[in-house]
Each structure stands twice: as C-alpha cells, then as structure tokens.
C-alpha cells in the first residue's frame, strides 16, 4: 500500500459534515461576530497603542511591558479573525472541504480560549453599588451568548461530522435518523 494513499485517505479526507440546523448556524454567527466584535476593539487599543480593552487598559506597569503595544492588539486582533474563520467553517460548504481533526483540533482551541475570554468578559463586569451601567450590562450579555454560541458551535460540529464518518466507514449509524435523512438536502 502507498504511504501517500494512506495518508490522504486518513488525514486528508474532507470531513464532509451534516448541514447545520439554522439554530446552530445562528450560534455560528453570534461566534462570528462576536469574534469581529474583538477584533474591533483590539485595533482600536492598536490605534491608540495600548494594551487592554476599550474601558479596560491595563494598568501603567502592564503597558510599560510592550515596547510595541499597538502590535501586540494588532497581534491579538488577528487571532480574532482567525477564531471568527473558524466557527465559519463550521457551517460554510467550504469548511466541509477540511479534514474533521484539523477543524475539530482548531475549533477545540478557539472555543476553550474564546470562553476562557467570556468567563474573564463577565466576571470583569462592574455592577458597582450605584447600579449596573450599560458597559457592564453589555459584557454580561455578550459574554455569556459569546460562551453559549462556542459551546454549541463546537458540539454540534463535533455530533454533525461524527455521524458522516461512521456512514463513510460502514460502521452502524448511533446516531438519529433525522440527522442523516437530511445530509441530502
């Protein structure tokens, strides 16, 4: 057997997932923009070369740390683009195309940090005594759609294209019927 056949047979074999139900592409697209949303607010601080978040710079001795603060954010801000790819491919035609364990591997990573962020987004949030101002309001909400839409992006991704490769291996399907009846569509 040719190593390379075996290769592009194993590793490269496009994942080819279930289509995404409009829930779990709406998930998509909160994570999309969501990420955007970060990025916006990375070339912002890039701008004005700080480290931080728009109402949140770092303090004086954290800055004092970058030499090159406006492209550290712009650095951070291209990881944001590359996370909003990501939870794309998830539900794109052209994500089909990629191998399962390189998106699943991928999206695996941009969800645990992109929730670690929302985690830090709310927990961060200033309710003060005076009552909650619209800032912290919106990193509450932000935060916790950002952490449900990643959650449920990368779990039904991971459901959707486990079902395929267990019909392209001839396995038995454990999954529903109704995940299956519709990949035609």
């Known amino acids: 057997m040719n190593v390379v056949a075996l290769i592009r047979r194993t590793l490269l074999r496009p994942a080819r997932p279930v289509p995404a139900r409009l829930r779990v592409r709406l998930a998509a697209w909160v994570s999309v923009a969501g990420s955007l949303v970060y990025v916006g607010e990375k070339?912002?601080?890039a701008a004005h070369g700080q480290i931080g978040m728009p109402g949140h710079p770092a303090p004086a001795s954290v800055q004092a740390q970058f030499e090159h603060p406006g492209l550290a954010q712009a650095g951070n801000a291209s990881l944001g683009i590359v996370a909003a790819l990501v939870a794309w491919a998830t539900v794109a035609r052209w994500g089909g195309r990629i191998p399962r364990w390189m998106l699943m591997s991928a999206l695996t990573l941009?969800?645990?940090t992109q929730s670690l962020g929302a985690v830090v987004t709310v927990w961060r949030a200033d309710f003060g005594s005076v009552g909650p101002g619209w800032r912290a309001v919106y990193e509450t909400v932000s935060g916790s759609a950002g952490l449900l839409a990643w959650a449920v992006?990368?779990?039904?991704?991971?459901?959707?294209?486990?079902?395929?490769?267990?019909?392209?291996?001839?396995?038995?399907?454990?999954?529903?019927?109704?995940?299956?009846?519709?990949?035609?569509r």
Do not use: D, N
């Open 43 to 45: 070339m912002y601080m």
């Open 153 to 184: 992006v990368a779990v039904s991704y991971w459901l959707r294209t486990r079902t395929c490769a267990r019909s392209r291996t001839g396995a038995p399907h454990a999954g529903p019927a109704r995940l299956t009846a519709g990949a035609g």
């Open 110 to 112: 941009t969800a645990v």
